[in-house]
């Protein structure tokens, strides 16, 4: 590198070298007035031509003074200076103390569905930013390695970084090369030199499903590739992307759905514009799923969507109801009124005691109904086929009916079997809700769910909307027993709280009843966060997890559920439970 420790770089002093590009060396230094600052010094004789504009000027350092956002590394300075009888441009930004996100996944591991939602809200917020400049600009080279985690901040502090790819969205096109981007975080249209703000949507999906997945969607090794490399990687994706089988915890059929339409071939099928991401992250639009491909003839397209409903049953093991902290009073009612019934058929029948088809799981979002359900199934020891409405709905003539046949023929075959579907609201809506399609699927679920205990399948529904269910859904015979999964009890939000901070460095002596006390009414999700806020205001004192600082987190972090959501699910509650709502409440509605 040009400059060392303690040398001038205009009137900026080094205090320590960041690392050598192919363009460009970064440094950390400290300004006149001794407040440390990043610095980007760019070689003229290196960079490529779409780099400078039409008046000489380095694109990177014009886009730079226009960036002026929360998720943004705010402008400082900028200049040019000579070295060795050659031309150099500088940028000097804050500095944000911190570590990448690709740092932090090395560092951590895992990344919970929670808090890739806040990382890819707080990058398409940055987005949205530059996109809606009177000259939008395109960022160009969204992936993990250019997102700051601030360390003195939560995940809705980080910093979209790097800006060397980015362009103002009226300059001329350009092939990237693809020994400087990854290519395949590069939208499809990239590659042929067209750079649209719908290009960055496209990056953020492959970002949300690498943190999601730990791999990329679409991946060939290009280093053993002769011919055309470009060919390879756009043949690779006229290829559906997969959707692992993977559980993950409160991963939903929407956040899927988004991840899915970002990834899509056709720019006109993506987003268009970041706010509508934010917006369908936030469930404030519905998603559904879509296909990714290009180019598919359309019956080629019927016979793909007739495959893809296809399940696989299969038997899960793992510890059962061992694994749920709390909820026992829950656990016993569902073995007494449920789990012995399975098990033990004859005795039941000898007492006439009708074996139950199935039940519901209903509660407010967060609280883990799949969680629990998996862990029913563990507990049980039954087959398993996990579903959602995606993978049942068709927009074809009669595909919805055939595919929730074959869903319960393959259940029967491999019985007994457990069928779990998420999001049942979404399939078995009110008819009176329903359009024709949906209808017929309605009618052909609640025709298959007749006497299914006699075949040995058993059928559990969750949704965090149980008011808009089609009645006969929950009638004697079919989703009859329904159980109310909500906020964590105490000894939960106890067993939480040790879960997350176990692997970490924390002090001996914490008292988890009483940060259980405190933490009233919230969801894991929000111990997840008290902790990473703790973990990282530990980092920053070079200390370990005190009870103080889990108590400051606690203060900052909020219940995502509030109280008068949790009211209405309490007045939905008493509802299923038959209970008599007395005519002054206000009316149910979210």
């Not at 407040?35 to 350092?61: C, M, P, W």
């Not at 975080?185 to 990239?190: D, H, I, K, N």
């Not at 329904?482 to 939480?496: C, Q, S």
Request: hydrophobic share 40%.
């Amino acid at each position: 590198m040009l400059y060392e420790k303690k040398d001038n770089i205009g009137s900026y002093t080094v205090i320590f070298q960041h690392k050598e590009g192919s363009y460009a060396e970064t440094y950390r230094v400290k300004d006149a007035k001794g407040k440390t600052r990043f610095l980007k010094l760019i070689n003229y004789a290196k960079v490529n031509r779409h780099q400078i504009d039409d008046s000489g000027r380095v694109v990177e350092v014009e886009i730079s003074k226009r960036l002026n956002h929360h998720n943004l590394c705010s402008y400082i300075d900028s200049g040019n200076i000579m070295v060795n009888g050659g031309q150099q441009a500088y940028i000097v930004t804050e500095f944000v103390s911190g570590e990448t996100l690709a740092q932090r996944i090395i560092r951590d591991g895992d990344i919970s569905v929670y808090d890739i939602k806040k990382i890819a809200k707080a990058v398409l917020s940055a987005l949205d930013s530059i996109h809606n400049q009177e000259n939008p600009i395109v960022h160009g080279e969204v992936t993990i390695q250019n997102i700051m985690l601030n360390l003195v901040g939560g995940l809705e502090d980080l910093k979209l970084i790097d800006f060397g790819h980015a362009r103002f969205l009226n300059q001329s096109p350009y092939k990237p090369d693809l020994n400087e981007l990854n290519p395949f975080y590069l939208a499809p249209e990239r590659f042929s030199g067209v750079c649209q703000i719908q290009s960055d949507i496209y990056s953020v999906g492959v970002m949300i499903y690498h943190l999601l997945y730990g791999e990329l969607p679409w991946f060939i090794d290009i280093s053993r590739i002769k011919e055309d490399k470009v060919e390879r990687i756009l043949a690779e994706r006229e290829k559906p992307v997969k959707i692992p089988t993977t559980d993950i915890f409160e991963l939903d059929e929407q956040f899927l759905n988004c991840i899915v339409k970002a990834l899509s071939y056709a720019v006109e099928a993506r987003f268009q514009s970041a706010k509508e991401f934010i917006q369908a992250i936030d469930g404030e639009i519905k998603v559904e799923r879509q296909d990714t491909c290009r180019k598919v003839k359309s019956d080629e397209v019927k016979k793909e969507d007739t495959e893809n409903q296809q399940t696989l049953s299969r038997k899960v093991k793992g510890p059962g109801f061992s694994a749920i902290a709390g909820m026992d009073e829950l656990k016993q009612q569902m073995t007494e009124e449920v789990i012995e019934p399975l098990h033990n058929p004859e005795e039941y029948h000898k007492y006439g005691v009708t074996i139950p088809n199935g039940i519901l799981l209903y509660g407010p979002p967060g609280c883990g109904k799949t969680f629990f359900a998996k862990h029913f199934a563990e507990e049980v020891g039954f087959n398993f086929m996990q579903v959602t409405p995606a993978t049942l709905k068709s927009k074809w003539i009669n595909a919805t009916q055939e595919n929730i046949a074959a869903m319960f023929q393959e259940a029967e075959e491999n019985a007994p079997t457990i069928i779990f579907i998420d999001e049942l609201d979404d399939l078995l809506k009110d008819r009176a809700l329903a359009d024709d399609k949906g209808m017929s699927g309605i009618n052909e679920f609640l025709a298959q769910m007749d006497r299914t205990g006699e075949k040995g399948i058993f059928i559990i529904g969750a949704t965090n909307k149980p008011d808009v269910l089609d009645a006969a859904v929950l009638r004697a015979g079919r989703l009859e027993k329904k159980y109310y999964i909500g906020v964590p009890d105490k000894a939960a939000r106890e067993a939480l709280f040790k879960l997350y901070i176990e692997k970490r460095p924390y002090d001996f002596g914490l008292d988890y009843a009483k940060l259980a006390d405190l933490t009233r009414n919230y969801v894991s999700a929000d111990i997840q966060l008290i902790v990473n806020d703790a973990s990282r205001a530990a980092l920053k004192a070079h200390s370990k997890i005190t009870m103080e600082l889990l108590q400051n987190a606690i203060s900052r972090v909020k219940q995502s559920i509030s109280d008068n959501d949790l009211k209405k699910y309490e007045r939905i509650r008493a509802i299923m439970n038959g209970e008599k709502i007395t005519s002054n409440h206000p009316k149910i509605g979210f």
